[in-house]
């Protein structure tokens, strides 16, 4: 079985197959009966159903797990830590507080609103843990996880005594748990946004990679090491928001699938950002539809089965290394 995954991982004519594959499979699949000979032969029902709710929801799945994955990548870069990642990282929560005030102070109802004023939260809330990291001066490698956890539940708590305050917690519940079943055409297309940040990530990637080996190294190399964490992070902190607004929550996803890669094609950021983006994709393609069939006609949410396949992915690993 190891075998077998490894030979899928290290190969990308797998995992293109198998993206191929799955990303078929999730287009025919749904409460709603569709046929691809029907599509052939343009039956208008068929067409859309494709156009306005399977194409969209694909999409919106490929492009989140891609984007997700590229961030806890650049996370794990940065920091020389393969246990970090936007979920435990506190940027999630980051996020969540952001959406909260653009609904209570901006109305919240305009998505780009959100997006902005979640992304300048996220984005200082990253910097935050750097700057906090960087005096703590922790040598620990599951100290760091652990403090943006803790950060992070600090901000959690913060959103929830505001939901509270203002009787917003139906709403933050929605936030709390990604969900792709009301994907349709019209309310997916912000993710669009996070192409041109994975475009930037590969530009940045080597830079990336000597910032992640310390300060003192990457000044010696002529790298402003601030500016290209605050890039980073920035980049992370935007991919996130685009998620969180759009879609909601999705854990896990930015820390198993890097760690996955890295075991299997090793660490050069820019050797693996593709086979990261696609293998992301395919593990939501996967987790979704394993939400979709488990209850069929109705869905378990993203957020759920991701948390229940990515939490064991994860102690697997953490098995494997340690044996």
Known sequence: MNINIKRIISNRFFLLLLFLILGT???????????????????????????LSRLPRLISIIVTGASLSIAGLIMQTITSNRFVSPSTAGTNEWCRLGVMIAILFAGGENKQVKIIIAFIIAFAGSLLLIRLLQKLRVQNP????????????VVSSITTFLANRYDMIQNMS?????????VVKGNYEMLFLGIPVLIIAYLYANQFTIAGMGEGFAISLGLNHKVVTMIGMGLVAFITTLVVVTI???PFVGLVVPNLIALYKGDNLKNTLFDTAVLGAIFLLICDI??????????????????????????????????
């Open 25 to 51: 499979y999730s287009i025919c699949s749904g409460a709603q009966e569709f046929e691809l000979s029907g599509l052939l032969r343009g039956n208008v029902r068929e067409i859309e159903l494709l156009l």
């Open 142 to 153: 599951i100290m760091i996880p652990l403090i943006g956890m803790m950060l992070g539940n």
């Open 174 to 182: 929605s936030w709390l748990q990604g969900n792709f079943s009301l």
């Open 248 to 250: 909601g929550s999705v």
């Open 290 to 323: 394993i939400g979709r069939s488990i209850l069929a006609p109705y869905e378990v949410s993203i957020s759920v089965v991701v948390s229940i396949v990515g939490s064991i992915l994860f102690l697997i690993l953490l098995l494997r290394k340690k044996g």
